[in-house]
């Protein structure tokens, strides 16, 4: 038994039982022939898909799982827990079931995957020990073998393991055993060899003597920029990410993802989003190779300028919104969505999308700010279709001098049932010191299925 | 300013004295309001482009800044190019933007969530040099940063507008420290134009102009921004009340 569903999991079935048993215990078992081969070409995709979106180090965890370092690529995502959501519901929506934990080390996030049930877990920085202490010994990626050997002397849990002299264990089942614990710990280094295909761009350098300062660093990045570029502009492809993987002496690896809008070949501007985040880069006792790679490359289109002569140059923004992605920033344009629902007719769109020029198609004035959602007031108002004489809104009383409405606005029951006869009717309204505010009606004041007959405050006039 | 224009000794020396400061040839590039009497009262005729202006909420707008958003959008309307809007809290409305002549296919919305970062976003907008116009919402401004701010603006010729938010009405009164801005204002809403029928008018705003760098402190009653981002002077509440008369007359 290779693995197992979760109805046979319930019925008694378990990894590493004989077939026979198996088939012995239910009638009727369902069994596939293990496809080894198979799954490791699948992860292998699967690896190489995460390499593109999230992280440059991404390597395979024979036999079932993806190792990722994370450092450093998380705030691109709105930080870890976001990110590791979002990667379990993408494999979700593609049928995958999958389980993400982060941790300090490769041991231990292995570990806190495989032996807990919950889909996401993600380890506070400094508290590995604390937490793997009450893992099973079969979660520290040892030969089975050493592992039935331990649970014959009574070992069950990584805490009890690590607490024993190391000596007795070592001279019984070799210095395995110790490795892992250590790696899992974190007392001893394990670098993650990034996953590379045949045909990813990338180029190297190495050095006799380990860098270390910032300029070096930057004229590094510098060399391997033209030489990267050189080699796109050969298949004629630009790039729209590039990863820097650092190996330093220590036998550690840092890495640096640089993400763009468009494919860009352009010698200065891929230098300057690289060396933009250089003070990230720890180069601890030194650097001894600087690799870069380029993930994501897509054709690069070659376009002749406009002469100022005859228009004006459209200025492109995208390397300012480049530098903007790469430090986490959210950016954005409104665009007009067909809805008559407020909330719904603003949507956001990409800021490279292309420029349609609708408009909103109203010529009632619109309120500047908006609530994030509308607030209660207390209004006193002559139904049906006066706007409010007064209302309260946040603890103070205002007396309204003038108002405008109702423009009604009906709800739309093709997005949700539910609004099949909900209405809203707003109101702008002008208080004694000039305040305007966009207020609303629950409902037409008259039948109750259309609304509660409440007042709410939308927006704030400018 | 006819003072000076009177007077060749003091413009001689104002001559000299932005020659002294001013480095080789900053251009003085204006944006003007288009409206003779608040043009007066500032250097160069018009808000100068290539350099870092403050605008506030008063009173209850110090929080939401509702006035002070439409008339930036309606200064950032009249640029050419894209627009850029920093900002933490996204609840600007971009329907009235539009209303305010600022299309929304020009502007780009950068959100970050701290308020450190819509200082970095800024400023790295301002030093693009591409761009129409830069506007960040922010709280605070320290002397440090809006020094900054404006030198980055002089060195690509770029407006930043600082949009003064805060939290807290009581937090308004940080308003009153200094910065390197070159202008500063504070719009406040003032009950609108009075219509001939039930129902609101065009919008009217309290312009203070509590700071302009080699200029004089001011403040105007204007109308609120028009379809192309105009502003207009508004009449005199007298004036008001005389139309409203005649076109009542008229109706």
């Given at each position: 038994?290779?693995?197992?569903?979760?109805?046979?999991?319930?019925?008694?079935?378990?990894?590493?039982?004989?077939?026979?048993?198996?088939?012995?215990?239910i009638?009727?078992?369902?069994?596939?022939?293990?496809?080894?081969?198979?799954?490791?070409s699948?992860?292998?995709?699967?690896?190489?898909?995460?390499?593109?979106?999230?992280?440059?180090?991404?390597?395979?965890?024979?036999?079932?799982?993806?190792?990722?370092?994370?450092?450093?690529?998380?705030?691109?995502?709105g930080g870890?827990?976001p990110?590791?959501?979002?990667?379990?519901?993408?494999?979700?929506?593609?049928?995958?079931h999958?389980?993400?934990a982060?941790?300090?080390?490769?041991?231990?996030?292995?570990?806190?995957?495989?032996?807990t049930?919950?889909?996401?877990?993600?380890?506070?920085?400094?508290?590995?020990?604390?937490?793997v202490?009450d893992?099973?010994?079969?979660?520290?990626?040892?030969?089975?073998?050493?592992?039935?050997?331990?649970a014959?002397?009574?070992?069950?849990t990584?805490?009890e393991?690590?607490?024993?002299?190391?000596?007795?264990?070592?001279?019984?089942?070799g210095?395995?055993?110790?490795?892992?614990?250590?790696?899992?710990?974190?007392?001893?280094?394990?670098?993650?060899?990034?996953?590379?295909?045949a045909?990813?761009?990338?180029?190297?350098?190495s050095?006799?003597?380990?860098?270390?300062?910032?300029?070096?660093i930057?004229?590094?990045?510098?060399?391997?920029?033209v030489?990267?570029?050189?080699a796109?502009e050969?298949?004629?492809?630009?790039?729209?990410?590039?990863?820097?993987?650092?190996y330093?002496?220590?036998?550690?690896?840092?890495?640096?993802?640089?993400g763009?809008?468009?494919?860009?070949?352009?010698?200065?501007?891929?230098?300057?989003?690289?060396?933009?985040?250089i003070e990230?880069i720890?180069?601890?006792?030194?650097?001894?190779k600087?690799?870069?790679?380029?993930?994501?490359?897509?054709?690069?289109?070659e376009?002749?300028?406009?002469?100022?002569?005859?228009?004006?140059?459209?200025?492109?923004?995208?390397?300012?919104?480049?530098?903007?992605?790469?430090?986490?920033?959210?950016?954005?344009?409104?665009?007009p969505?067909?809805s008559?629902?407020?909330?719904?007719?603003?949507?956001?769109?990409?800021?490279?999308?292309?420029?349609?020029?609708?408009?909103?198609p109203?010529?009632?004035?619109?309120?500047?700010?908006?609530?994030?959602?509308?607030?209660?007031?207390?209004?006193?108002?002559?139904?049906?279709?006066?706007?409010?004489?007064?209302?309260?809104?946040r603890g103070?009383?205002?007396?309204i001098?003038?108002?405008?409405?109702?423009?009604?606005?009906?709800?739309?029951?093709?997005?949700?049932?539910?609004?099949m006869e909900?209405?809203?009717d707003y109101?702008s309204?002008?208080?004694?010191?000039?305040?305007?505010?966009?207020?609303?009606?629950?409902?037409?004041?008259?039948?109750?299925?259309?609304?509660?007959?409440?007042?709410?405050?939308?927006?704030?006039?400018? | 300013?006819?003072?000076?224009?009177?007077?060749?000794?003091?413009?001689?020396?104002?001559?000299?004295?932005?020659?002294?400061e001013?480095?080789t040839?900053?251009?003085?590039?204006?944006?003007?309001f288009?409206?003779?009497?608040?043009?007066?009262?500032?250097?160069?005729?018009g808000?100068?482009?290539?350099?870092?202006?403050e605008?506030?909420?008063?009173g209850?707008?110090?929080?939401?800044?509702?006035a002070?958003?439409?008339?930036?959008?309606?200064?950032?309307?009249?640029?050419k190019?894209?627009?850029?809007?920093?900002?933490?809290?996204?609840?600007?409305?971009?329907?009235?933007?539009?209303?305010?002549?600022?299309?929304?296919?020009?502007?780009?919305?950068?959100?970050?969530?701290?308020?450190?970062?819509?200082?970095?976003?800024?400023?790295?907008g301002?030093?693009?040099?591409?761009?129409?116009?830069?506007?960040?919402?922010?709280?605070r401004?320290?002397?440090?940063?809006s020094?900054?701010?404006?030198?980055?603006?002089?060195?690509?010729?770029?407006?930043g507008?600082?949009l003064?938010?805060?939290?807290?009405?009581m937090e308004?009164?940080?308003?009153?420290?200094?910065?390197?801005?070159t202008?500063?204002?504070?719009?406040s809403?003032?009950?609108?134009?009075p219509?001939?029928?039930?129902?609101i008018?065009?919008?009217?705003?309290?312009?203070?102009?509590?700071r302009?760098?080699?200029?004089?402190?001011?403040e105007?009653?204007?109308?609120?921004?028009?379809?192309?981002?105009?502003?207009?002077?508004?009449?005199?509440?007298?004036?008001?009340?005389?139309?409203?008369?005649?076109?009542?007359n008229?109706?």
């Amino acid at each position: 038994m290779a693995a197992v569903d979760p109805a046979a999991f319930k019925a008694g079935v378990r990894i590493g039982m004989p077939a026979a048993k198996a088939q012995a215990m239910i009638s009727g078992l369902h069994l596939v022939d293990a496809d080894p081969r198979g799954d490791a070409s699948s992860i292998e995709r699967l690896a190489l898909w995460m390499l593109r979106q999230y992280t440059p180090v991404v390597a395979m965890d024979s036999p079932d799982g993806i190792v990722m370092d994370t450092e450093g690529a998380d705030h691109l995502r709105g930080g870890e827990l976001p990110m590791l959501t979002g990667l379990v519901n993408a494999l979700r929506g593609h049928g995958l079931h999958a389980r993400g934990a982060i941790a300090d080390t490769w041991g231990s996030a292995h570990a806190m995957a495989r032996a807990t049930r919950r889909e996401v877990i993600i380890v506070p920085v400094g508290e590995t020990a604390k937490s793997v202490v009450d893992l099973p010994i079969s979660s520290l990626r040892l030969p089975s073998d050493i592992v039935s050997g331990l649970a014959v002397l009574g070992f069950r849990t990584v805490g009890e393991l690590s607490t024993t002299p190391r000596a007795p264990l070592a001279l019984r089942f070799g210095p395995e055993v110790g490795r892992r614990l250590d790696q899992m710990f974190g007392r001893v280094v394990e670098p993650i060899d990034p996953i590379r295909t045949a045909d990813l761009i990338e180029v190297t350098r190495s050095f006799s003597e380990p860098i270390g300062a910032a300029e070096t660093i930057a004229k590094y990045i510098g060399k391997l920029v033209v030489e990267l570029c050189a080699a796109l502009e050969m298949r004629g492809q630009g790039v729209r990410r590039a990863d820097l993987i650092i190996y330093r002496v220590d036998n550690t690896l840092q890495s640096l993802r640089a993400g763009t809008a468009k494919s860009v070949r352009d010698i200065p501007r891929l230098t300057k989003l690289l060396c933009s985040s250089i003070e990230n880069i720890d180069p601890g006792f030194g650097i001894e190779k600087l690799s870069l790679a380029a993930t994501m490359i897509e054709p690069f289109e070659e376009k002749q300028s406009i002469s100022s002569l005859v228009e004006e140059t459209i200025v492109d923004v995208t390397p300012l919104l480049d530098s903007f992605g790469n430090r986490g920033q959210r950016m954005y344009r409104l665009a007009p969505v067909e809805s008559d629902v407020p909330e719904r007719n603003v949507g956001r769109v990409s800021p490279i999308a292309a420029k349609l020029g609708q408009a909103w198609p109203t010529r009632w004035p619109r309120p500047s700010r908006m609530l994030a959602r509308p607030e209660r007031i207390e209004v006193i108002a002559v139904t049906p279709d006066h706007p409010p004489a007064s209302m309260t809104w946040r603890g103070r009383r205002r007396r309204i001098k003038r108002g405008d409405g109702p423009e009604r606005v009906f709800g739309e029951w093709w997005v949700r049932s539910s609004e099949m006869e909900a209405v809203r009717d707003y109101y702008s309204v002008e208080d004694e010191d000039g305040n305007r505010f966009w207020v609303y009606r629950s409902g037409d004041g008259v039948d109750p299925a259309t609304g509660t007959a409440k007042w709410f405050l939308h927006g704030i006039y400018g | 300013m006819p003072i000076t224009a009177a007077n060749p000794v003091i413009s001689e020396l104002q001559d000299r004295i932005r020659r002294l400061e001013g480095g080789t040839a900053r251009k003085c590039e204006v944006l003007s309001f288009g409206i003779a009497e608040i043009d007066a009262k500032l250097p160069g005729g018009g808000l100068a482009r290539g350099a870092l202006h403050e605008v506030a909420g008063g009173g209850a707008d110090a929080v939401h800044g509702a006035a002070a958003a439409l008339f930036v959008a309606g200064i950032v309307a009249r640029t050419k190019g894209d627009v850029l809007w920093c900002l933490t809290r996204p609840d600007l409305f971009a329907p009235a933007l539009a209303q305010a002549g600022l299309h929304h296919d020009r502007v780009i919305y950068v959100e970050a969530d701290r308020e450190e970062d819509v200082l970095t976003n800024f400023e790295e907008g301002l030093r693009f040099g591409g761009l129409g116009a830069v506007v960040a919402e922010l709280v605070r401004l320290p002397m440090t940063a809006s020094r900054r701010l404006q030198l980055a603006a002089e060195a690509s010729g770029t407006i930043g507008i600082a949009l003064r938010r805060w939290r807290r009405p009581m937090e308004a009164a940080d308003f009153g420290q200094p910065t390197a801005a070159t202008t500063r204002w504070r719009i406040s809403v003032l009950p609108s134009e009075p219509l001939p029928v039930p129902g609101i008018g065009r919008a009217r705003w309290l312009a203070e102009l509590i700071r302009a760098r080699a200029g004089e402190a001011a403040e105007f009653e204007i109308g609120a921004c028009d379809a192309t981002g105009r502003i207009s002077l508004s009449p005199h509440a007298v004036n008001g009340q005389d139309q409203a008369r005649r076109s009542r007359n008229f109706a």
